[in-house]
Every structure is written in C-alpha cells, then in structure tokens.
C-alpha cells in the first residue's frame, strides 16, 4: 500500500492512497489541475483514480471536487449529512457517483476495505477513514477538535497514522485572528493543537504504528518544524526512538510530500 499527502493545510487538503491497481483519493480541496498535476508529480495518472473519500464539507476539503468527478468519472464517496451540506456546491454529479457509507460499517473499494469514524469538527458530519488492505492499515484523523472515542478505537494497530497538529496554542492566542475565530479554533469542535496531537502519537505508537504523518497545519499559526518538534519531544520522553520505532513527517502545504509504502 502507497500513501502521498498531495497537499494538506487550511488551504487545502487532498491525500492519495494505492494499492495494488486501486488507487483513491482522500478530499479534493484544491483546483481539479492543481491535484493533477500533483498526482502527475508523483508518477500517477488521474484517470486511474477509483474514487474520492470526503472527510467533509468545509471548501479545503471539496474545491474541486465536483470537477474530478466529472471530468474522469469518478465516484464520490461521504455521508448523508455530508451529501446534504455539499451537493449544492459541486455542480452535477452522476447519479451513479453519489456514494454514501455509514460510521462504524466497514465497505469496499475494489480491494481495500475502509472504515469511517466520527471526528469532532463544525460540519455537518465529519469523518476520519482507516483503510485497510489486509495486511496493513493506515487511518486519516484530521479536522477535529478532540480526540475522540470512536478515533482511537478505529486508529488503534494501525501501521501508518495521519494526525492533524493545526496549531501551536501561543502563536494561536497572539496572533492576528479575530476573538471568535480563535475561539473556534480551540474550541471542541475546531482543530487539534500541536500538543493534543502529541499526545494522539504517542498512543498510537503504542499501539503499534510506525510511520506518523502530522497534516492540515495552519499558515498562520504553526511552522512544520514547530509541529515537528512538539510531537517529537512527546514521543521521545516515553522512550520512543524516532527513525528506529517510528518515523514521523510533516505534509507540506503547497506541494506533493515524500511517498511512504507500507
């Protein structure tokens, strides 16, 4: 199995995962172009593409969206709630493209299995996924206030993990945002800080995974090597051994991240 963060941060977010001929995407939120060409960069071709995961509705996660879908075809796959709040921003969509799937019921694309799990976020119905092909896993946890029950549950043993660390809680509180946008930010059903992202590592790693990938941060209020930093001292001061127990990257925002098979 193959996992590329295309691009991931409050401008944007679309992650690519293959196995074998099956080969998904995760959110398009970004031009239909722009995720072309990042997937030509990593030696993809688009048409190959089985179908799109929406985690929700928010624009940088759907952007572009509609016109994947159309322009090659493919199926799109969320849930009702999230149907409801985004079917009226992606222009038309095939009858036989609108996919739904229900939390804590597994399905199938082709030959990977994938389960949906509650996120705490201020959409409709938010979702993180574990895909699974058998062998190995790897679970997509970002746009989340919380860590929830229904996270770890899903995400425990999974061999690679996608953890939003948004923020950095100090540079959040003196930056430039206005009092209620910091205030959803932090709150339950915002994004996960650098250090609750820590905190979601560490126990995944105990868990079992082995490659941890820190996505969606924020322009404004985080850098990578800050995020980096943070997650890495959590798991250092439990013992973990970076490189030896896990390896632990950040997706970048602007452009394709390194490939990691599993």
């Known amino acids: 199995m193959k996992f590329c963060s295309l691009y991931s941060g409050s401008s944007g977010n679309s992650l690519f995962v293959s196995n074998n001929g099956t080969k998904l995407l995760v959110d398009a939120g970004l031009s239909g172009i722009r995720i072309q060409r990042a997937l030509n960069d990593i030696g993809e071709n688009p048409d190959e593409i089985c179908g799109i995961l929406v985690t929700h509705e928010h624009n940088d996660h759907i952007h572009g969206l509609g016109v994947l879908s159309r322009r090659f075809d493919l199926p799109i796959?969320?849930?009702?709630?999230?149907?409801?709040?985004?079917?009226?921003?992606?222009g038309k969509i095939a009858p036989k493209n609108i996919r739904t799937f229900e939390f804590e019921k597994t399905f199938a694309i082709e030959d990977l299995e994938i389960e949906a799990f509650k996120t705490s976020h201020d959409a409709a119905d938010s979702a993180g996924f574990l895909?699974?092909?058998?062998?190995?896993?790897?679970?997509?946890?970002?746009?989340?206030?919380?860590?929830?029950?229904?996270?770890?549950?899903?995400?425990?043993?999974?061999?690679?993990?996608?953890?939003?660390?948004?923020?950095?809680?100090?540079?959040?509180?003196?930056?430039?945002?206005?009092?209620?946008?910091?205030?959803?930010?932090?709150?339950?059903?915002?994004?996960?800080?650098?250090?609750?992202?820590?905190?979601?590592?560490?126990?995944?790693?105990?868990?079992?995974?082995?490659?941890?990938?820190?996505?969606?941060?924020?322009?404004?209020?985080?850098?990578?090597?800050?995020?980096?930093?943070?997650?890495?001292?959590?798991?250092?001061?439990?013992?973990?051994?970076?490189?030896?127990?896990?390896?632990?990257?950040?997706?970048?925002?602007?452009?394709?991240?390194?490939?990691?098979?599993?």
């Open 131 to 262: 895909i699974n092909n058998g062998k190995k896993s790897l679970g997509i946890a970002t746009d989340s206030g919380i860590i929830t029950p229904e996270m770890i549950k899903t995400l425990g043993g999974c061999d690679l993990a996608v953890v939003e660390s948004n923020h950095d809680v100090s540079m959040l509180e003196a930056g430039s945002y206005p009092f209620y946008l910091k205030q959803r930010i932090k709150s339950d059903f915002g994004h996960l800080s650098n250090e609750i992202a820590g905190g979601l590592a560490l126990s995944l790693v105990e868990k079992g995974a082995r490659h941890l990938v820190l996505a969606h941060l924020s322009g404004e209020n985080n850098y990578p090597l800050l995020a980096y930093e943070t997650t890495a001292r959590i798991l250092t001061g439990a013992g973990v051994v970076i490189k030896e127990d896990v390896d632990l990257l950040v997706a970048k925002r602007e452009c394709v991240s390194e490939i990691i098979e599993l």
């Open 77 to 90: 796959y969320a849930n009702e709630k999230t149907w409801a709040a985004m079917v009226d921003d992606l």
